[in-house]
């Protein structure tokens, strides 16, 4: 199971950006779906953005237009740009590999923290 390191997050004010980055402990080029999940304060962890070897990227309804996910097989790096943030947003966020579907990750660990304040 490829382990996953995240990292980027901070506090930033609403309308602001943060790149997070997520460094995989080999090399990505082979795993065909990568996902990022973030769990809100008190909430259950949920899904937000897909990107497939192929380039298919998907997202959840409230970080369409806003969020850009990409990866570097180069790397082994997943990406997730987040503009316009909201204080919704605010959440700890975490990559992870996605084997028919859902996330093949054991320990999730702290992620990288988020949080939307002003």
């Known amino acids: 199971q490829v382990q996953f390191v995240e990292s980027g997050g901070g506090l930033v004010q609403p309308g602001g950006s943060l790149r997070l980055s997520c460094v995989a402990s080999?090399?990505?080029?082979?795993?065909?779906?990568l996902a990022w999940y973030r769990q809100p304060p008190g909430k259950q962890r949920e899904w937000v953005a897909t990107?497939?070897?192929?380039?298919?990227?998907n997202y959840v309804a409230s970080a369409k237009g806003r969020f850009t996910i990409s990866r570097d097989n180069v790397r082994n790096t997943v990406y997730l740009q987040m503009n316009s943030l909201k204080p919704e947003d605010t959440a700890a966020y975490y990559c992870?590999?996605?084997?028919?579907?859902?996330?093949?990750?054991?320990?999730w660990g702290k992620g990288t923290l988020v949080t939307v304040s002003s």
């Open positions: 990107i497939t070897a192929g380039g298919r990227i």
């Open positions: 992870t590999e996605l084997r028919n579907g859902n996330p093949d990750r054991d320990y």
């Open positions: 080999r090399s990505i080029a082979n795993i065909y779906s």
